[in-house]
C-alpha cells in the first residue's frame, strides 16, 4: 500500500465514512415518515467513527509483527535474566559465593546476546538457507 498501512487506510475510512453518514442523516432532507432513516443513518455514522477511534478498532485490526525472530530470542535473553537474578538469590541463601556460582548463566547469556544479530529482520517464514544456526 505504499506509505499507509493497510490498518491506517481501514481506520481512515471508517472515520470518513461514519462523517459521510452523519452529515447525510443531518443534512440531506427527507419527509417525515423516513425520519428513521435519518436517525439510523446518524447513529451508524456515530458506531462507525467511534469505532475508528476506540477499543474495538484495536480488536478488529491488531498490530502485526512482521520481524518475530529476534523478539523470540530477546525473550530468551530476559529469561536467562530471570534465571540469573533466581540463582543469586539462591547462592544468598544458602551462602555461595555468587560469582562462580553464576559464571554459567553469565556465559550461557554472552552466548545468547552473540545470537541476537543473526535474527536481526529475520521473519519466522525464512528460508532454511537464511535462518541462524544454533
Same mark, same amino acid.
Given at each position: @500500500?505504499?506509505?499507509? #498501512?493497510?490498518? *491506517?487506510?481501514?481506520? *481512515?475510512?471508517? @472515520?470518513?465514512?461514519?462523517? &459521510?453518514?452523519? *452529515? $447525510?442523516? #443531518?443534512l440531506i432532507a427527507l419527509p417525515p415518515p423516513l425520519i428513521r432513516?435519518?436517525?439510523?443513518?446518524?447513529?451508524?455514522? @456515530?458506531l462507525l467513527y467511534l469505532t475508528a477511534l476506540v477499543r474495538p478498532f484495536e480488536m478488529?485490526?491488531?498490530?502485526?509483527?512482521?520481524?518475530?525472530?529476534? /523478539?523470540?530470542?530477546?525473550? !530468551?535473553?530476559? &529469561?536467562?535474566?530471570?534465571?540469573?537474578?533466581? $540463582?543469586?538469590?539462591?547462592? /544468598?541463601?544458602?551462602?555461595?559465593?555468587?560469582?562462580?556460582?553464576? =559464571?554459567?548463566?553469565?556465559?550461557?547469556?554472552? *552466548?545468547?546476546?552473540? !545470537?541476537?544479530?543473526?535474527?536481526?529482520?529475520?521473519?519466522?517464514?525464512?528460508?532454511?538457507? =537464511?535462518?541462524? !544456526?544454533?
Open positions: @500500500m505504499g506509505r499507509f #498501512s493497510r490498518r *491506517a487506510v481501514v481506520r *481512515a475510512a471508517l @472515520m470518513v465514512g461514519g462523517l &459521510a453518514l452523519i *452529515a $447525510a442523516g #443531518s432513516v435519518r436517525v439510523l443513518a446518524v447513529l451508524l455514522g @456515530m478488529l485490526m491488531p498490530t502485526q509483527r512482521k520481524y518475530t525472530a529476534l /523478539r523470540e530470542e530477546t525473550d !530468551r535473553l530476559l &529469561a536467562l535474566v530471570r534465571e540469573l537474578n533466581k $540463582a543469586a538469590v539462591q547462592a /544468598r541463601m544458602v551462602g555461595y559465593e555468587e560469582e562462580g556460582y553464576l =559464571d554459567p548463566i553469565v556465559q550461557r547469556m554472552h *552466548a545468547q546476546v552473540d !545470537r541476537l544479530p543473526r535474527f536481526a529482520g529475520r521473519t519466522p517464514h525464512a528460508s532454511a538457507r =537464511d535462518r541462524p !544456526r544454533a
